[in-house]
């Protein structure tokens, strides 16, 4: 088990991660002011909070295998 700082988790779209208290509607609702995704605020923040408590993953900027070229 890892401790996860919650602070901001229901305010962060869990897609393009832009913090916003504007996003929250309501207790319930979460709809994103910047890519309009939208969910329940819990199933929102989950993923959040997963990453919370996750040491931050490399991000792979290549292009896919199938689509490198062949050539060097």
Do not use: W
Request: glycine fraction near 4%; charge should be positive; hydrophobic fraction near 30%.
């Amino acid at each position: 088990m890892v401790r996860a700082n919650p602070v901001y988790t229901s305010q962060t779209c869990s897609r393009c991660r832009v913090v916003d208290a504007n996003s929250r509607k309501n207790q319930a609702e979460f709809v994103c002011t910047a890519c309009e995704h939208t969910a329940h605020a819990d199933v929102n923040a989950a993923p959040n909070i997963l990453g919370a408590g996750r040491p931050c993953q490399p991000v792979e900027t290549s292009a896919p295998a199938g689509l490198r070229s062949r050539n060097p």
